[in-house]
């Protein structure tokens, strides 16, 4: 079974700072990753995800995530954090043989950046 | 830009009654979901729904659970007779294709 594995439910940095967000998989098939950010009382934004071809992939807001299948990885990074960044991110994973799409989440991450 | 819009924003009811969150997809979109995330904890899979069927569920996606599309434009998710345990944010999401979904802003539901 598929599962995602979020390391650190709070990762606190200072802006400017390198952002460094990790998730690990488990899956017994090539899947899809994705990062997702979800702002206080919004809902869940999509950051970046990986299908096929180049393992580094960008997404929005400057974030990027390079997966690696020997560690089984999708960790997602940020040169320079900005105080806009803080928000609680989410790394899912979805079977590449499901063709539901269902998404199978992480514990998530809190992001808290201080100036 | 197009967005998921779920409604009510917020819920309350009572133990045993029924309740139905309401959720509008993007309207080009083909593939609809629900998701809940209860307090602290992580987000996860309720039942996806594509070509007015169920294509897969989870295991918490019991009897008490039903989703409908019942017109072009709405998605809504029914729990029959609402538990203390209920509670928690819904999130719908659409998507054009399968692995690239769209999430509505949720429907914290409260259960007393």
């Known amino acids: 079974a598929q599962s995602v594995t979020q390391l650190g439910s709070h990762v606190s940095v200072s802006e400017g700072a390198l952002v460094l967000l990790r998730c690990n998989y488990s899956s017994s098939v090539p899947p899809y990753l994705f990062w997702y950010v979800q702002y206080p009382n919004q809902g869940l934004q999509l950051l970046l995800k990986y299908t096929t071809g180049a393992t580094l992939v960008k997404g929005i807001n400057g974030f990027e995530a390079e997966f690696k299948k020997s560690e089984t990885s999708f960790h997602l990074t940020k040169p320079s954090a900005h105080m806009s960044d803080a928000a609680e991110y989410f790394c899912?994973?979805?079977?590449?043989?499901?063709?539901?799409?269902?998404?199978?989440f992480g514990q998530g991450t809190t992001l808290q950046v201080k100036p | 830009e197009p967005e998921v819009t779920q409604t009510p924003s917020h819920q309350v009811t009572q133990m045993g009654q029924e309740v139905i969150l309401r959720c509008v997809p993007i309207?080009?979109?083909?593939?609809f979901y629900w998701y809940r995330q209860i307090l602290g904890q992580k987000v996860e899979f309720l039942v996806s729904?594509?070509?007015?069927?169920?294509?897969?569920k989870s295991e918490i996606f019991d009897d008490q659970f039903s989703v409908e599309r019942p017109d072009g434009s709405n998605f809504t998710l029914k729990i029959r007779s609402t538990k203390l345990e209920d509670s928690a944010m819904y999130f719908c999401a659409s998507s054009e294709r399968p692995h690239e979904q769209y999430f509505g802003p949720g429907t914290r539901l409260t259960v007393t």
């Open positions: 899912a994973v979805s079977p590449g043989s499901s063709n539901t799409g269902k998404l199978i």
């Open positions: 729904f594509y070509n007015n069927e169920i294509s897969e």
């Open positions: 309207s080009n979109h083909l593939y």
